[in-house]
């Protein structure tokens, strides 16, 4: 029997993360890590297991003096966090076994190689098994599922979400697929993840929805899929989601990635609205059709973006674009063409990104033939940082200035309700049925009150609430939750950096 802790991370300020309002809305952290739970189920039994999330808590060495093995896995965005806290375990205990794991440390492993024991590459199902039984012999390899092999996630156990507090989180995570169809230039998954989505099982789903509400958790659940609409059972999902949900009075909302070419599917939209889905999140990328062309957006081409939008929302289901600056097809306003058309669009949380070109996608292979690469590791954070690892066609000074300017524009209070009263316009949310206005969310409003220090921004907000209540007020809950997440928005905006121009080093100084 050993003592495995399981360490995430901390996060730095990101689009995604809602620092600005964690505490308003009495969260530590946006969500649970799913990863380090999965992989917790997949230890064997027998071992006493501790996790710590470094953004909830600090690590001590109290927790380091218990544990024998580390386990240590994040995203890029967690990539300093990742080399500190491997460092300190191994300056803490060299007799610590540390094993690092994810997509971030697969790509980079030689960087994490000076702490670490053993880096599981790719998905880890297949592997733990192997990986502990050499522990406890004492035979540990430096690398396993180095091929990147791609696992039946029938496989995969039901995370083991008792390690967490769900108080502590703003939102619940869980995944029903990997995998994407697609082929984009810039992107790495289909690398590590495969083109061909797999699934689990309805039953194994839903029954990791019950998990989860038998935790205590009530709220929004984000779906970690690389392409939900795209799995080839999700039509038999969405009825089996439908039925719990009714049978509890729809504690949860949920809300996952897909392509626009959902908008071809009225169907399948009212089922996933039907089953508690209330907003997507789509990479629009770019209205300009050669930047589409440019990272082999083929799907997004030959569609009117606004119109699919406004579709979508027309089905109940808020659209969340992410934006991408950066690619080769850029026109030279691509940052005007960018604002006009998501004002027109009114997706008000939109998040802006600078292209990073990750090592195992096609573009990286591209610009490394042209010696384009500036630096191999990309920016962990490319929502507000704004550095560049490549040569951009446009100029690096010209496409950096073009971000940050995008993304004061687009969060500056009058443009960013602008958005909101169209997408409250046009979203046909009977949410209000589903989940009507809370006591907690009244609280929440209250907290909001007490402590936002922004005065232009809230008149901005007070008098959205007050248009809504008289001409939309079944859309008021929609309404609150749209004004108070865009404060974090517009003070991410705020902070957005200006003239970065060398790529952020992410070894421990």
């Known amino acids: ?68 093995v580390v386990l240590i896995t994040g995203i890029g965005a967690q990539a300093v966090s990742m080399l500190k806290t491997a460092r300190r375990c191994k300056e803490h205990s060299p007799d610590i076994r540390l094993i690092m794991g994810g997509l971030h440390v697969s ?32 035979s540990i390899h430096k690398f396993y599922n180095e091929k990147l092999e791609c696992v039946d996630i029938h496989r995969s156990p039901c995370p083991m979400f008792k390690l967490v507090n769900p108080a502590d989180y703003l939102i619940w995570t869980m995944q029903y697929s990997r995998g994407c169809p697609h082929n984009c230039e810039f992107c790495e998954l289909p690398r590590f ?11 194994q789903f839903v029954a990791e929805m019950t998990a989860v509400y038998d935790l205590g958790f009530r709220g929004t659940i984000m779906l970690g899929d690389d392409n939900f609409h795209r799995t080839p059972h999700v039509r038999d999902l969405l009825p089996a989601m439908t039925a719990w949900q009714r049978a ?3 504690p949860f909302m949920f809300f996952t990635q897909t392509d626009i070419r959902i908008a071809d599917e009225p169907e399948l939209m009212d089922r996933m609205a039907e089953a508690g889905f209330t907003s997507l999140q789509i990479g629009l990328e770019s209205p300009s059709p050669d930047a589409l062309k440019s990272m082999g957006k083929v799907h997004n081409i030959g569609i009117d973006l606004v119109d699919a939008v406004r579709t979508i929302h027309s089905h109940g289901l808020e659209v969340q674009p992410a934006m991408l600056l950066g690619m080769d097809g850029d026109p030279p306003n691509i940052g005007d063409l960018q604002f006009e058309f998501l004002q027109k669009a009114g997706t008000p949380r939109s998040m802006i990104s600078v292209l990073r070109v990750f090592k195992g996608s096609r573009l990286y292979a591209t610009m490394e033939k042209e010696g ?17 690892n490549y040569k951009a066609r446009m100029g690096n000074d010209r496409l950096l200035d073009e971000a940050v300017k995008l993304l004061k524009r687009l969060y500056e209070p009058r443009n960013y309700f602008q958005r909101c009263w169209i997408c409250l316009g046009t979203v046909r949310r009977l949410d209000f049925q589903k989940h009507p206005i809370s006591r907690r969310s009244l609280r929440w409003v209250w907290n909001y009150l007490k402590q936002s220090r922004a005065p232009l921004y809230n008149a901005h907000f007070v008098l ?11 859309k008021l809950k929609m309404g609150i939750a749209l004004g108070m997440l865009g404060y974090h928005y517009n003070k991410m905006a705020s902070r957005a950096r200006v003239g970065v121009r060398e790529p952020v080093k992410t070894e421990v100084e």
């Open 193 to 203: 993840y495969g083109h061909r989505p797999r699934e689990k099982s309805v039953d």
């Open 248 to 250: 509890r009075g729809y």
């Open 1 to 68: 029997m050993k003592n495995i802790l399981l360490v995430n991370p901390e996060f730095p300020p990101i689009h995604q993360s809602f620092d600005f309002v964690l505490p308003m809305l009495e969260a530590r952290f946006i969500a649970p890590p799913l990863s380090l739970l999965t992989v917790a189920a997949l230890i064997p039994a027998g071992n006493n297991l501790r996790l710590v999330d470094m953004n909830v808590k600090p690590l001590t060495d109290g927790d380091l003096a218990w544990a024998d």
């Open 372 to 388: 384009r690469i500036l630096c191999a590791e990309p920016s962990g954070d490319q929502t507000g940082d704004f550095v560049l």
């Open 464 to 474: 959205l609430l007050l248009r809504t209540l008289l001409l939309k007020p079944r």
């Open 107 to 138: 790509v980079f492993s030689e960087k994490f190689l000076q702490y670490a024991d053993a880096i599981v590459c790719g998905e880890s199902e297949a592997v733990m098994g192997q990986l502990f039984g050499d522990i406890e012999s004492g």
